[in-house]
């Protein structure tokens, strides 16, 4: 049974939300009186958010589910500073510019997970710009610096890793927790917001706020982590083999998406349907109890479910059924990933390595070259050895394509233009 006696507390604890909470107590009975506004910092580093960043987003979706009011907060000014949390090195700075058309491609994406327009409790999504921006630099040092004690903030984890490393922290880079920490106040004021929230890696900018909301004259501020997310054998959540898995469709197809959760480890699928999907407890339970092979089927549905969210319940399942068709009927299934190459290229024979790189089925020659050693890649389901073959016309299919394949679970079809 949950020690929380609110519905959002006790939902993320028996669903394997929490990690840190400050006044645990004083947060429950404040999510019992009253709609509660909370919010999560995005800084817009690419245009799209990655899997890595489902955990936080899952979060603001629960406060919603459950009567509150959500924020969604972008980091049009902090996102010029780059926050060095456990970063071996500085972010590149970006231009304006960039920042706001990253912005403008992340927003596509809250839609999906939260209602902006829902009555009582419409979710709000404001860009940090809005009042660091504008800051004039002498009158924050005044108002706000004299709060912080270099002594403390050299003590926060995200800092001593990189001193300890030897590695060069800049001044602009130290700025980044306390313009973190203001935000929080400036949220305070303007949407009375109360509670701010992240993975463990953010808890000392989080606690920052809230130390600055006291001294500034804000009501009580609450904080709560999430625990930083890693599979079963270690390996950290967004990334794969050839990259980040985007939660942009432009970025990464929605099959691949898909087949980014089908893939998923055994020991890690109950843990994933109660992070990432919004299945009811007791199906989970069900699901999470099928053994042998049919640990299969409790994966297709954790990838139709969280497919299902993000890119909507008709893309979910078309591409569950490529899947099944590409592997269980070993049909040649029309929604698989694929480029197109000119025909005047396939007229005059295209290397397989290269093929293979441009696919992005390898990121370089010398990883394809080891995939052909291995046995890996197929041209239309033939195993192919010869690592200096040259792809053609000739290997085009009845539907017009090539399906170049790299294992049992990667494919591309190859069209020509």
Not at 297 to 309: C, F, N, Q, Y
Not at 312 to 318: N, P
Not at 323 to 341: M, Q, W
Not at 354 to 363: E, M, P, Y
């Amino acid at each position: 049974m949950s020690r929380f006696k609110s519905d959002f507390l006790r939902t993320l604890d028996e669903r394997g939300f929490l990690h840190q909470l400050s006044d645990e107590s004083g947060l429950d009975a404040l999510f019992q009186k009253e709609v509660v506004t909370a919010y999560i910092g995005y800084d817009p580093t690419a245009s799209s958010l990655h899997v890595g960043h489902l955990t936080q987003i899952m979060m603001l979706h629960w406060l919603q589910e459950t009567g509150h009011r959500p924020l969604s907060l972008m980091g049009g000014g902090t996102g010029m500073v780059g926050d060095p949390s456990f970063k071996e090195e500085a972010r590149k700075l970006m231009t304006v510019e960039t920042i706001e058309e990253n912005i403008a491609s992340i927003k596509r994406c809250f839609a999906n997970y939260l209602d902006y327009d829902k009555p009582g409790n419409a979710a709000l999504m404001v860009n940090n710009a809005e009042w660091l921006r504008p800051l004039n630099y002498l009158e924050f040092l005044r108002d706000v610096g004299r709060h912080f004690s270099v002594n403390r903030m050299l003590s926060f984890d995200s800092v001593k890793t990189r001193l300890d490393r030897e590695q060069s922290l800049s001044f602009l880079e130290f700025n980044y927790m306390i313009l973190q920490a203001y935000d929080f106040v400036e949220l305070a004021k303007r949407y009375d917001c109360r509670l701010q929230m992240g993975g463990s890696d953010q808890w000392g900018n989080i606690v920052n706020g809230i130390d600055l909301g006291h001294r500034m004259g804000t009501q009580q501020l609450y904080a709560l982590t999430s625990p930083l997310l890693t599979t079963s054998s270690g390996a950290k959540m967004g990334k794969s083999a050839s990259g980040a898995i985007w939660l942009n469709a432009e970025l990464l197809p929605v099959y691949d998406f898909w087949q980014y959760w089908r893939n998923t480890e055994d020991a890690d699928v109950g843990r994933f349907l109660k992070l990432f999907t919004t299945l009811p407890m007791d199906e989970i339970a069900k699901l999470t109890a099928l053994g042998g092979a049919e640990i299969n089927e409790a994966k297709k549905t954790l990838a139709t479910e969280v497919t299902a969210i993000l890119h909507g319940r008709a893309a979910a399942e078309a591409a569950a059924e490529t899947a099944r068709k590409t592997f269980e009927e070993g049909a040649l299934a029309e929604d698989l990933p694929s480029i197109t190459i000119p025909a005047a290229e396939l007229d005059a024979g295209l290397g397989l390595l290269t093929l293979i790189v441009r696919s992005g089925l390898a990121a370089s020659n010398g990883e394809a070259r080891r995939h052909i050693q291995g046995g890996a890649v197929r041209i239309n389901d033939v195993a192919i050895s010869d690592e200096r073959k040259a792809i053609g016309t000739s290997e085009l299919t009845a539907d017009g394509v090539i399906k170049l394949s790299l294992g049992k679970k990667k494919h591309i079809l190859v069209r020509p233009s």
